[in-house]
């Protein structure tokens, strides 16, 4: 099972970012996913979280408001839309099978002020 993340870069902020994590392998649609980020010299903290059907999202209180995260289960996909970004979003973020406990590789997001 392979998790890959896209989509970071750099943005001014106030900008947007989509950030996705495709799923390989049988394991997406029966698991919770997550996106996590980490800092430099900071914990990696949990952002976003959905349950399997989509139908539950929770999220970090340092982005409630401003990210929004689904998926598409016939895509095997996980989204999280980052809108008015600030420079303490700066981070590698990460997506997560919470079920499985499997890792994506990371993806920068970098908001410059």
């Known amino acids: 099972v392979q998790l890959q993340a896209s989509g970071g870069g750099l943005v001014q902020a106030g900008g947007s970012l989509r950030l996705s994590c495709a799923a390989s392998?049988?394991?997406?649609?029966?698991?919770?996913m997550a996106w996590y980020r980490q800092a430099p010299e900071k914990q990696r903290e949990l952002v976003a979280a959905?349950?399997?059907?989509?139908?539950?999202?929770n999220y970090a209180d340092s982005v409630k408001g401003r990210f929004t995260i689904s998926r598409d289960n016939a895509r095997k996909t996980v989204y999280l839309q980052m809108n008015s970004l600030k420079p303490e979003d700066t981070a590698v973020y990460y997506c997560?099978?919470?079920?499985?406990?499997?890792w994506g590789q990371g993806t920068q997001v970098t908001v410059s002020s």
């Open positions: 392998g049988s394991a997406f649609s029966s698991n919770s």
């Open positions: 959905i349950s399997s059907g989509g139908g539950n999202t």
């Open positions: 997560r099978n919470q079920g499985r406990g499997y």
